[in-house]
């Protein structure tokens, strides 16, 4: 064991204090932009300290993008991949912990492997799939010669087809289908006594009772850190919208705050609006924030009986 020292605690003291400094100094110097004119911003040397702009230039933000629209599609996003990560996650955990076949082992660690394939990684074929989801069947419809025979019997040409660009489902399948939350719940899963599994035979209950009456209340606090984390990976998810949505109504916010900080072809070389865009990268973070700040203490808890 280290023995506690003045010394010591003063050097770790020291080293948290700087640490908190390096992480709270770009955001102050986002607020302080957010406050300013863009003159003030761009003035040398850089004028530290807040302005009197702020309202002004979170209302020039919130209006000239429309983020009314891209906040409810990136709440409808976020809200998406949360609730289908955690139903998905939480059934596949379940048919790998407490159903006894040969391939629960081989099928955890295929899912386990598609942790170190993110998004961006897989990003072409999930977009060749999204804009014809039904491509696999007509692959397998015709290499297995059905699609000829269907053809020569009814004289109509089977061509599957299911565009999911531009569309909610598009924006959110692709990020519900990753191992994260399956890995937690089978953590937690492993944890459930083989006791509690046993009484709930003896007192009849199937397989989706047990889920549902005792392991989705068992796993409130699971469910809640789950959602923390999948609420902010939904809610700032930038490249993969950028790629599939072309419609306006479909934009989300991370999107559209890219979007403030024009390059010099679309500028005309003009300097960019800092200021608009340091509001508006304001307004994108306040619902993460709310979220993670009303969720915290269940957050940790889940955390913490994910690990036991």
């Known amino acids: 064991m280290i023995e506690r020292t003045p010394a010591l605690n003063i050097a770790t003291h020291a080293i948290l204090f700087l640490g908190l400094a390096l992480l709270l100094f770009p955001m102050y110097l986002v607020f302080v932009a957010a406050s300013q004119t863009l003159q003030d911003v761009n003035s040398i040397p850089a004028k530290l300290w807040f302005g009197d702009q702020f309202w002004v230039n979170l209302q020039e933000a919130w209006i000239s993008r429309d983020f009314r629209t891209k906040f409810v599609n990136s709440l409808i996003v976020a809200t998406g991949v949360v609730v289908g990560k955690i139903v998905i996650a939480a059934m596949t955990a379940f048919g790998i912990v407490f159903f006894n076949h040969r391939l629960r082992m081989p099928i955890f660690w295929a899912v386990f492997i598609t942790l170190m394939l993110p998004l961006e990684v897989r990003i072409v074929p999930t977009y060749a799939v999204a804009a014809n989801a039904l491509t696999p069947f007509q692959t397998i419809l015709d290499a297995s ?8 019997a009814s004289g109509i040409e089977v061509a599957l087809e299911w565009n999911l660009l531009n569309s909610y ?13 399956t890995f937690l719940y089978r953590q937690f899963f492993l944890t459930i006594p083989d006791e509690l ?4 035979k003896m007192d009849g209950a199937g397989p989706l009772r047990f889920l549902r009456d005792i392991l989705i209340p068992l796993s409130v606090t699971n469910m809640a850190a789950l959602a923390t984390i999948m609420f902010v990976v939904g809610w700032n998810q930038y490249l993969w919208p950028l790629l599939i949505t072309t419609d306006p109504n479909y934009g989300v916010v ?8 024009p390059d010099e072809n679309t ?3 003009d300097i960019p609006q800092w200021h608009v865009a ?8 306040i619902p993460p924030i709310l979220v993670v700040i009303l969720m915290q203490r269940w957050f940790v808890r889940g955390l913490i009986s994910t690990e036991k």
């Open 145 to 152: 010669g059905l699609s000829w025979l269907l053809e020569k």
């Open 169 to 181: 489902t598009g924006l959110i399948l692709p990020l519900v289908a990753t191992a994260t939350g």
């Open 197 to 200: 599994v046993e009484a709930a």
């Open 254 to 261: 991370a999107v559209e705050l890219g979007r403030l900080v």
């Open 267 to 269: 500028t005309g070389g």
């Open 278 to 285: 340091m509001a508006g990268t304001l307004i994108v973070m």
